[in-house]
């Protein structure tokens, strides 16, 4: 069965949640961060479950977990400031 995916795609939109639950002001838009995440852990899923075949639900809900999370974080906003590391050079 498909159900893999779908239960891939609801790890992902908890994942989501709990990010913009526990950081809201690194998120443009809680929404698109939601979709996101399901939408990450779906394909994730699909994917795995497309090279694994059926039968292994704890690799394919990991790879789902994993796609999705990786999504989430295209859609963090940057921090404000200068980048850790960086120094401002004095003339």
């Known amino acids: 069965m498909l159900w893999e995916p779908t239960v891939s795609a ?7 949640a709990v990010a913009v639950g526990r950081r809201p002001a690194r998120f443009l838009d809680s929404r698109l961060a939601l979709a996101t995440g399901a939408g990450g852990a779906l394909l994730g899923g699909l994917i795995a479950r497309t090279v694994l075949g ?5 690799v394919v809900l990991l790879a789902g977990a994993v796609f999705g999370a990786a999504l989430l974080s295209l859609v963090v906003r940057a921090g404000h400031g200068p980048a850790h590391g960086h120094r401002a050079v004095s003339a």
């Open 10 to 16: 609801l790890l992902g939109l908890v994942i989501a």
């Open 54 to 58: 059926p039968g292994s639900l704890p």
